[in-house]
C-alpha cells in the first residue's frame, strides 16, 4: 500500500510539474510573439510620418494610431475589436492600454529622459518616437485558485535624426 501510494504521488507531482512548464512554455511563446507584433506595429505607426517644409518630424496621431492598430490586427489575426479569429496565434483578447507619440509639435528637445511610471518605463529618447503598451490575459493551461497577472508588452520605437 506505502509504494502504491508513493507511486501515485510521484506521478501526480511529475504530471503538475509538466503541465507548469508547458504553460510556461506557451506564456514565453505568447509574449514573444505579442513583443513582435507590437515592435512591428509602432514601426508602422512611425512611418506615416510626415517631414515639413521647415524640417521638423511630425506624426499625425490619428494616421498612426489607424496604422498601428491595423498592424496589430493583421500581424496576430485579430478582429476591429481586438478579439483573436479562428486561426489566430493568441489566446485571448488584446488591449492597447496606451499609446503615445512625442514628435517635434509636442515641443520636447531630443535626447531626454523618457518617464511613465504608470508602466514602469524608462528610456533616454533620442528623437521621434511613438510608444505603446499592450495586455492580453496569461495564457492558463490549468484552473488556478489566484489568476496570474496579464502580459504587459510595452515597445518604444525612435526616429534617431542625427547620431549622439
Known sequence: MDKALFFMSTIIIVVLIWVSQEEFQTW???????????????????????????????????TARKAYDEALQRNLGLTSSFQPKTGSPVFSELRVLYFEI?????????????????????????????????????????????????????????YVTESL
Not at 32 to 38: C, G
Not at 133 to 147: C, G, T, W
Not at 148 to 156: F, G, K, L, R, S
Open 102 to 158: 512625442i514628435d517635434d509639435t509636442t515641443g520636447q528637445s531630443f535626447p531626454f529622459l523618457y518617464d511613465n511610471p504608470d508602466y514602469h518605463l524608462t528610456k533616454t529618447i533620442r528623437g521621434p518616437a511613438v510608444i505603446a503598451v499592450i495586455e492580453m490575459d496569461y495564457p492558463a493551461l490549468v484552473q488556478r485558485i489566484r489568476n496570474p497577472e496579464p502580459m504587459q508588452i510595452p515597445t518604444i520605437y525612435e
Open 28 to 62: 514565453d511563446q505568447q509574449r514573444q510573439l505579442l513583443k513582435a507584433a507590437n515592435n512591428r506595429a509602432v514601426h508602422r505607426a512611425m512611418l506615416v510620418s510626415t517631414n515639413s517644409n521647415e524640417g521638423r518630424f511630425i506624426i499625425s496621431p490619428e
